[in-house]
């Protein structure tokens, strides 16, 4: 494989740290400028080592499909996830993945997101309740706690806010380690995530056997009771793996999903108010499934957000078979290739105008998104697509409904979000954002 590389368009890149750096700072920025250099394909180093960027058309959609079973996920990322969230999702393929994967998603079938926005109504009123007065709220951190109330309450049965606050302190880092150098030295990232790890599963394997005995209606009950036709069930470890991964997986993105919304509605005051007069005789507890679905205006709104800056830009696999590419390149068994969704998602031969900001283009007349089947993925596609696809609408569509029914949103005119790409989308300030009562 070694010498087969050597040979592939791309950079060879600086011993151990690679192009790390400068992907952290420089996002997708660093992607598109390579891809001009070097091509669709081209290779680049990371910590973990060589690994193939394939940013072609029509790849991302290929290789996330994974028909034909040419890439797996689990060796992709068991030296990045694994140590972090061993038997989680992310690490499984085929049968295995199959077998969770139906588990899990009873989490997220009709009945249960109906019961969840029943439950939902009153963490929000909570979360505004504390950023009432301020005139300007930091929104970022201010959805940070909405997500983790919200999974805490639905998917742990918690409610106690110092042990949420603990559980703050020790996911962050778990997210960041996922993705950082691999050094477990104290003070380096992937240190404290490991050490996030750690307490975390010591703490919830210690709920395992009361909630065995006692189950509530929250999701670890469910999970403990859970079993296949054949009557497995998941051993504990993996009870409490799947759920800190479920944790992790809405935690970060619905909360920078959000906020770029907020960012955009505040910009883009036409589309505050078009957003408003569709949720403003909503009341949140009389909402139900078909009729959160049914906002399309909202919904048009938030694909927009979400299509220019993705809260999961990138992903990756690994190569289970030779990909033959071209004439002149192929890519070899075992190979970790990185696929992008967000290049396709600011490509001009699939939207017009991407730079700017225009919720029309998915209205119904417009329908950009439907024109190629590989131009909008916020939420991935195939095996590994997201599973809380729905939930993230129902928390964005439910809060953004209690702000613009009392707030105008608004930022200074000069005020520009400066984000972090890299390894998911965040703002590198809270996002303050000005909260004038209507
Ligand atoms: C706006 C919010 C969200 C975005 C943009 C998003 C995006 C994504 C994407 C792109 C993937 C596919 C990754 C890959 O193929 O490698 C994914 C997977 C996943 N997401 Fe989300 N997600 C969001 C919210 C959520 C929420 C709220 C949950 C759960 C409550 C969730 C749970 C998951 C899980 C469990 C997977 C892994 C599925 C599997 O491997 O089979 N996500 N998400």
């Not at 600086?14 to 920025?29: C, M, S, T, W």
């Not at 190569?319 to 590419?325: G, Q, S, T, Y």
Request: glycine fraction near 6%; include cysteine.
């Amino acid at each position: 494989m070694k010498t087969i590389l050597e040979n592939f368009p791309g950079r060879k890149g600086l011993p151990i740290v690679g192009e790390f750096l400068n992907i952290a700072k420089q996002g997708i920025r660093f992607f598109e400028n390579e891809k001009e250099k070097y091509g669709e394909v081209y290779k680049f180093r990371m910590p973990t080592g060589m690994v193939v960027g394939f940013f072609g058309e029509k790849s991302a959609i290929e290789l996330l499909k994974n028909d034909g079973n040419i890439v797996n996920i689990g060796n992709a990322t068991k030296d990045l996830v694994g140590p972090i969230y061993p038997n989680s999702i992310m690490l499984m393929d085929g049968a295995q993945h199959k077998k969770d994967r139906s588990i899990l998603m009873e989490a997220f079938k009709k009945q249960a997101l109906q019961e969840y926005i029943q439950k939902l109504p009153t963490i929000i009123h909570k979360t505004i309740n504390e950023i009432r007065g301020n005139k300007v709220v930091e929104v970022y951190p201010l959805f940070k706690t909405l997500t983790l109330r919200i999974a805490g309450k639905l998917f742990f049965g918690i409610e106690d806010e110092a042990f949420i606050k603990k559980i703050n302190e020790a996911i962050t880092p778990m997210g960041k380690a996922m993705v950082s150098i691999p050094l477990n030295i104290p003070g380096m990232v992937y240190h404290k995530g490991l050490k996030g790890r750690k307490y975390l599963s010591k703490e919830f394997l210690k709920l395992v056997p009361e909630k065995r005995k006692n189950p509530g209606a929250d999701f670890f009950s469910k999970l403990c009771l859970a079993s296949n036709e054949e009557g497995e069930t998941f051993t504990d470890e993996a009870i409490v793996d799947h759920l800190l991964f479920l944790y992790q997986a809405a935690y970060d993105t619905t909360s920078w999903a959000m906020s770029y919304l907020v960012y955009n509605l505040s910009k883009h005051k036409e589309w505050q108010d078009k957003m408003r007069a569709e949720l403003n005789d909503l009341v949140l507890e009389e909402l139900d499934l078909k009729t959160i679905l049914g906002l399309e205006v909202s919904m048009m709104i938030f694909n927009e957000s979400m299509r220019m800056a993705p809260s999961v830009p990138l992903t990756i696999r690994e190569a289970n078979v030779d990909i033959k590419v071209d004439e002149k390149i192929t890519i070899p068994k075992g190979t970790k290739i990185w696929v992008s969704m967000a290049m396709g998602m600011r490509n001009p031969k699939h939207w017009k105008n991407p730079e700017i900001f225009d919720p029309t283009r998915f209205d119904i007349e417009r329908e950009e998104h439907k024109k190629c089947p590989h131009a909008f993925l916020p939420f991935g596609a195939g095996p590994h697509q997201c599973m809380g696809r729905v939930f993230a609408e129902i928390i964005v569509k439910m809060m953004m409904t209690s702000i613009l029914q009392e707030f105008k949103l608004s930022v200074p005119n000069d005020y520009v979000l400066p984000i972090s790409e890299f390894p998911i989308m965040r703002p590198k300030d809270g996002l303050p954002t000005i909260f004038e009562k209507i």
